[in-house]
Nanobody, 115 residues
Framework: QVQLVESGGGSVQAGGSLRLSCTTS????????VHWFRQAPGKGREKVGT???????TYASSFEARFTISQDKDKKIVFLQMNSLKPEDTALYYC?????????WGQGTQVTVSS
């Protein structure tokens, strides 16, 4: 059974940093992709970026300067390091598994950035 669980969210002031974790089970074996998404209040879901089993990382252009995706393959965890946070980064952040269209989703972790 595949499970993805996000953690590390919280409240931070503008300019601060947070590192989110996506702890997986039953996944990250063989070929895989793990994506980070976010959904802000009243807005649609947007993709932050993706990492795969070859350590290839892609970002949506608006996130590349401040956000970094990495992984610990031994622990089956994917990270999202977020720096220089802005109030507009306030959102529910999700990780998802599955190359192409993600088929497995976590419940999300809330990030709130105050000015």
């Amino acid at each position: 059974q595949v499970q993805l669980v996000e953690s590390g969210g919280g409240s931070v002031q503008a300019g601060g940093s947070l590192r989110l974790s996506c702890t997986t089970s039953g996944y990250m074996y063989g070929p895989y992709c793990v994506h980070w998404f976010r959904q802000a209040p009243g807005k649609g879901r947007e993709k932050v970026g993706t990492i795969d089993n070859y350590d290839r990382i892609t970002y949506a252009s608006s996130f590349e300067a401040r956000f970094t995706i990495s992984q610990d393959k031994d622990k089956k965890i994917v990270f999202l390091q977020m720096n220089s946070l802005k109030p507009e980064d306030t959102a529910l952040y999700y990780c998802a598994g599955g190359c192409g269209t993600p088929g497995f989703w976590g419940q999300g972790t809330q990030v709130t950035v105050s000015s």
